[in-house]
Every structure is written in structure tokens, then in C-alpha cells.
């Protein structure tokens, strides 16, 4: 409202005085309303139910209504996803598939197909990102959205579900969702509506509604975290509501206070935007410029290895293979190659070796090497059946998990030994990744 636009109002002084008032009254109001929105926040969580056996099901829809196991088939395999139907034998995630098969041998066991989830992840962040202000996708099937300033001219609650609605109808796929003032409360009472559902907890009301819950339905309290707070006689959320949080840390650090916090309803951790990434990339500066090809070989070797690794962990693919020098001189040059998707070690390994060969031409010293996959997809590795022997997948997934267990260095090629760490942050958690640019080899 601009009140100078209209002098006229102001003829008389008792009037100027009623337009000062309404002026003041209009920026108190404003003044709530900012205040208001700074404490309340509306933070939408979203879950995809069961989502990997969903996805299973929309191919094979005799699935449905059975026991589904998704996870490693070998004798050290794990559940990664069941069906409802599934854990009502008391099966879970990450329990043995040996120990899940024994309580459920009428189980369906399935391999998994890690493109198709991915396929489908997508397909669902694409909806919330067309439609939402800001989200953070915090795994494949999860998904914090920030509200807050939206009921100012929707209602959040309405406005959630028309967006579940959405999602169902453009994926076919179950999801619950629930709303409250922070990501705590939100992703409680999502499990609280599953499975299909949907929930709001009123802001005010985070206490009461987390009070007869078990401790067990807080977030960050895992099994072995429960079993020592069960052993101590807590068990329900409401039992820590009442003891002083002092107490808490005592008992368990730091970790006792954030639980503690957790069940008084309070949260104050942002959405984090997500970004997809579209290439990764490793450089490396030498200490000193060098002329020894072997040495560089190694070290791009160990970069395209590591890269790799990188593309297989976030389920995604590359087409496109850049290799980068910097001459002592500061001149940079590089050469890249398209390619069919692929995350496959050898091939890229392959290309990251030709290109530098073409690239590199003998005569100058160099002072910075670099690899970048650019053009990423989601999708898994589709195995060459005319090049991929069964001992060679099984190398390769001994290796990934080898890597996966004991981090990033933990095996590699013997021409890469030369090379120190390359790198250690998966690019794929939906922040980028702090990327050694300019590390000392
Ligand atoms: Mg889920």
C-alpha cells in the first residue's frame, strides 16, 4: 500500500493522524507475520513406501500383495527393501537375506535393478522440482521440502497432498508424507501415516503428538542406541520429555542431547537445496613440474579408477571423457570423446589412457593433470555380455564393496600404486563435493 499516492486523504489534520495510525498497525502486522515465519517454519517430508518393491511391482504387478525380498541373493547378501507383506515375519532392512529366507522361505527373492530405481527417483524429483520452492532429496526415496511462507497464500497441508496426488498419478508409485514445523516431527509422522498416507502435526503440538511413541521412532536412535536407552528403562518418547536434558548428555554425550532435543519436538535443521551434479572431475597439481610419463600415467589411472568408483556408488552413467594437462608454461590444454554410457572401470580407464596419449606431446614440462565424466545419467552398469566374463563382474563388485567398506583407497589397480589418495566424497549425497583441485602429488 502506498499511502503518498493518495494526498488528497490527507486534507485534515485528524485525518493524516487516522492514516499514521493504519501506516503503524500495517507494520506491526507485517512485523508478526516476519517474526511468525522466522520461528514456524513448514518443512514437508516425503517417502516413497517400500519403494524399490514399487518399482518391482510396477513391472510385475503379480508381485503384489506377496512377500517381496530386494537385496543380495548371495550368502552374505542383506535386505535392502521388503514388502509389507514381508515384514510382517519380521524381516527388515539390512537384516541378513540368510536369517529374512528362514523366517519367510515363501518369500520372493529379487536381485534388485538399481537403473530402474534411479529411473523412478527421478521421475519423482522432477515433479517436486518443478512444483516445490525448495527441496533437498536426501536419498533416493526421500525428499525435505521448505514451505514456509506458502500459507500465506495456499494451505501448506492442501497444497501437500495435491503434490502427493501428483506424484501418484505421474509414477504409479505409494508415497506418505508429513508435515510439521521441522524435519524431525515431519519424518516421524510420515512413518506414523505409512503405509499411502499423510499427516500434519499442528505447529504447538510436536510434544503431544511424539509423547506416547516409542523412542524407537525418533530419526537418529538405531537399534543399538535403543538397546542401551531400554536397558536404562527409557523406552517412550515421553519418558525423555520429562527427564532434564543434562541427564541425557550424561548418559550418552552429546548425542544424548540431540535425542533429547528430538523428542521435545525440536529441530532446527535447514533444507538443503539439491542440485543434480552434471560431470565430476579430479585435478592434481605435482609439487614439481614433471616430464615422467610414467608417473602421470598413474596418477590418471588412479583418477579414472576413482571416478569410476564415484559413477557406480551415485547409480549414475557417463558419456563423455575429458582429459586435461597444464604445461609449465600455464598453457591448458585438453581433448575429449564421446562415448555410449557407461561407469565400466576398463573402458574408461581405456579412453583416460588414449587421450592423454593424443594429448600429451613430450616436449614441455607439466605442471597439472586432470579427468572429468561429463554428461551424466542416472543408471546403473549394464554388463557387456560379449566382454564381461562372470569372474570379472565379480572382481569388480569385490572391489566396489571392498572400497565401499574401508574407503575409496582401499584397493586399486597395481599401475596406479604410484599415485597417493585421489579422492573421498561421494559427489551423489545431493551437496557437490569438496573436490581436491589442486592437491600435491
Ligand atoms: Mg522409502
Redesign the pocket.
Known sequence: MNLNSEPAVCSTPGAAKCQLIIFHFLILINLVITNFDSIKRSILHI?????FVSCERLLNPTLIGKPVLIGGTTSRGVVA?CSYEARRFGIKSAMPMRMAQQLCPEAIVIRGDSGLYSKYSYLVTEVIRERAPMYEKS?I??FYLDLTGMDHFFGCYQWAIELRDQIHKESSLP?SMGLSINKTVSKVSTNEAKPNGHLQVIAGQEKPFLSPLSLQKIPSVGDKTFAILREMGLEKIHTVQQMPKDLMQSLLGINGGAIWDKCQGIDQTPVIPYTERKSISIERTFERDTIDVHKMGSILLAMAENLAFQLRNGVKLTSCVTVKIRYADMNVYSKQKRIPYTSCDRTLIDLTKELFRSLYDRRLRVRLVGVRYSHLVCGGHQINFLEDTEQQCQLYQAMDMLRKRYGQDAVKRAAALGSRAIGRVNPFNGEPPIIPAHRRA
Open positions: 517417502d516413497l513406501d517400500t519403494f527393501s536419498s526415496d526421500e508415497l
